[in-house]
């Protein structure tokens, strides 16, 4: 190994050679979670991901802004169940700002735009989407894994349709497990904390022989909600609690075919906070089965799986329209169905293409749609090519053409003067990514990044159909299938200089973001003899500037130090009359500071974060209000004690130096305690 890595260091072109015999070799695995990792990330000495263009390849190669953050990280973070992704893990990196609503939800952008219900993020688990297409949101306590389970996070910043689907609008978030095929996980973890708080979860791995592996997962938490919450700002859950279920299964049928199987069942009770920045309590039962496959055949690397998500989620509170206040409790069944096939063909060591297919059915059936059923079939065909220009520089472009039809069935409202076909629409839309990557020398990379991506509509923001009183005048809240998807542009530079003699790595990144046609609920306000309409539509538009930079030291004794900062930078704007809403959840500044230290049995973290001020629109009965949230630091902190080689006992702590602070309009968030003992098998 020793000598393998002096000749890397010491020749560019035979490092060239073998890093594309090596993808070459490996792109019959590409599409299949039974891609062996390990072996990969010893070859390259560093993770290894799918992501950006389906083939593996390390995150300085990538033709995008993307970070790779590894069970380590998650593990040193602090984090206790998969709800405390955002609020632990990922907001410790440049790009991504996270706003705490509440115990249990945490709303996630990526360079700005933060806001309840933030629709501009796609996050999958293993190529599975997560996100919810009825409001066009995720929801993180409903994603069915364990923390123990997790590999790799893959983020993607910027816009990625052309990879990803057209909600891919801001980024993507890509949580890939452990392969129950490659690997083996075993661990039993019990956690217990300040504000009555319990979670406790438990993952096995078990193989059938060479060809066959199994994975069972399961967990629970509960924790008393943040003390700040009042019933004037709406109803919440005392007590969230949340349950889940993952069975992963995947097995060898040939030299190089491979199958697999998902089953996921998840429940969440929570408080969520909609627009307008009031509470309500939320439900929500999601089950998922998916089913991929994968061969090596003479015409490429034949990819395909076909998945079926289901959401069930109860809501109620305190909602509001135009300033006005009105009691809802709604139950909405959403249902997506997504067949994918693609073909990764490696020409030769210079160049890969992959040509992708997708099907997708959506559909929602809710009070708030008035139990009719709002639905759309996409069908979309993407090309992505590779290409090897020379030893040190790569291109890499994609195109996606998405067709939407939709369509609607079931009862109207009375006095609503449109009918079932009136939801008859169709919609085409185009999204790209070019990428160009310069490995000007062994320390130094350049990446100059360009990107359009989608943002269709959600399914309320097409099929929204309710009446409401807005004070004693009775109107209408309806969608609108004449509304605009949204558009994000990003043109981005980055660069990146590594010293791995000495464990230091330099990353920094410049860009330019323009949103076209920011849509959403309520934004139309029509009148006539007939009374009030509120439909959805578009708001207007935005740019942004921004730019993030970051150094990394890890050092052989066990020390780590991170810091990154980020600046963004709301440019213009125009918009319906209400405010700069573009503006809301994007601070201007953010520093993450990182130091930690591993030593014999022990390991220590510690974790400062400062965000500059926001603002959010708080609406009520005397209408809407700008609120100022202050900036904040907080200090987190983990101290972990290996007992014996199996059995390690940790305490960590969220936001140590507050007893309470505010990431939103919403209630403060509240210091947290934790001690948890972690058992691998």
């Known amino acids: 190994m020793i ?65 790779i953050i590894t069970a380590e990280e998650i593990r040193r973070s602090g984090a206790a169940t998969i709800a405390d992704l955002p609020s632990r893990v990922l907001k410790n990196y440049a790009g991504i700002d996270v706003q705490q609503a509440s115990l249990a939800s945490s709303n996630v952008g990526i360079n700005g735009y933060d806001q309840p219900y933030s629709p501009k993020l ?82 096995a791995t078990v193989h059938l022989g060479e060809n066959v592996g199994l994975r069972l997962s399961s967990g629970a938490d509960r924790g008393d909600e943040f003390a700040g919450w009042t019933k004037s700002r709406g109803s919440y859950v005392d007590r969230p609690d949340r349950q889940s279920v993952n069975l992963d ?23 969520d906070i909609a627009t307008g920045s009031n509470a309500g309590e939320a439900l929500y039962r999601t089950w998922s089965a998916k089913g991929s496959i994968s061969s090596e055949t003479p015409i490429g690397v034949i990819s395909g799986q076909a998945y079926h998500n289901f959401a069930q989620t109860t809501a109620a509170g305190n909602s509001n329209v135009l300033g006005t206040e009105f009691d809802t409790r709604s139950h909405l069944e959403n249902s997506t169905t997504v067949v994918q096939v693609s073909d990764l063909l490696q020409i030769d060591p210079f160049n890969a293409v992959r040509e992708a297919l997708e099907y997708r059915h959506n559909e929602l059936t809710s009070e708030i749609t008035n139990r009719g059923t709002i ?20 291109w890499t472009n994609a195109g996606r053409v998405d067709h939407l039809g939709l369509s609607r069935s079931g009862q109207l409202l009375a006095g609503f003067d449109r009918t079932n076909s009136y939801y008859n629409h169709e919609l085409n839309a185009f999204s790209y990514n070019s990428g160009l990557v310069d490995k000007i020398t062994e320390e130094d990379t350049l990446r100059i990044a360009v990107g359009q991506s989608i943002l269709a509509p959600s399914l309320l923001e097409y099929g929204t159909l309710q009446r409401v009183a807005i004070g004693p005048v009775k109107a209408i809240l309806a969608g609108d299938v004449s509304i605009k998807p949204t558009i994000v542009k990003k043109y981005e530079f980055g660069f990146a200089h590594a010293m791995p003699a000495d464990g230091v790595t330099l990353t920094g990144s410049l860009y330019y973001q323009k949103t076209e046609d920011m849509k959403g609920l309520g934004n139309t306000i029509l009148r006539d003899e007939g009374g009030v309409l509120v439909q959805s539509g578009n708001s207007g538009n935005s740019s942004e500037r921004g730019f993030e930079s970051g150094i990394a030291y890890n050092s052989r004794s066990g020390l780590k130090l991170d810091a990154n900062y980020t600046y963004a930078d709301i440019l213009e704007s125009s918009h319906i009359p209400g405010g700069p809403l573009d503006r ?98």
């Open 3 to 67: 000598k393998m890595k002096r000749f890397i260091t010491t020749n560019k072109s035979r490092v060239f050679l073998l890093s594309c015999s090596m993808l070459y070799m490996f792109a019959s695995e590409a599409r299949a979670q039974a891609i062996n990792y390990s072996s990969l990330e010893q070859m390259f000495g560093e993770p290894v991901t799918l992501s950006a263009t389906g083939k593996p390849q390390t995150v300085s190669d990538a033709p995008a802004n993307m970070i």
């Open 122 to 203: 796609l996050v999958l688990v293993n190529g599975r989407q997560v996100y919810l297409d009825d409001y066009g949101y995720t929801e993180w306590s409903a994603i069915p894994i364990e923390l123990a389970e997790i590999r790799q996070i893959e983020v993607v910043k910027g816009p990625a349709s052309a990879l990803f689907g057209f909600n891919a609008a801001n980024g993507v978030i890509n949580i890939v497990t452990f392969s129950p095929l490659n690997d083996s996980v075993r661990e039993v973890s019990a956690t217990a904390g300040s504000g009555n708080y319990y979670a406790g979860s438990a993952v």
């Open 584 to 681: 809301l959840g994007t601070p201007r500044n953010k520093v993450n500071l990182h130091a930690g230290y591993s030593f014999g049995r022990w390991e220590i973290d510690g974790y400062a974060h400062y965000v500059s001020h926001i603002e959010q629109q708080v609406v009520g009965s005397g209408g809407g209000v700008m609120f100022n949230v202050p900036g904040y630091f907080e200090i987190d902190s983990r101290v972990a004690y290996r007992l014996t080689d199996s059995l390690t006992a940790t305490i960590s702590g969220s936001s140590i130096d507050l007893a309470h602070h505010r990431e939103d309009a919403g209630a403060q968030a509240d210091r947290r305690l934790l001690g948890s003992l972690s058992v691998k098998i």
């Open 249 to 271: 299964t995947q097995a060898r049928v040939g030299g190089a075919s491979f199958v697999g199987l998902e089953l996921s069942r998840a429940l969440s009770n929570e408080t």
């Open 375 to 394: 639905a759309y079939d996409v069908l979309a065909e993407s090309l992505m090519w590779d290409w090897q220009i020379s030893p040190t520089i790569s």
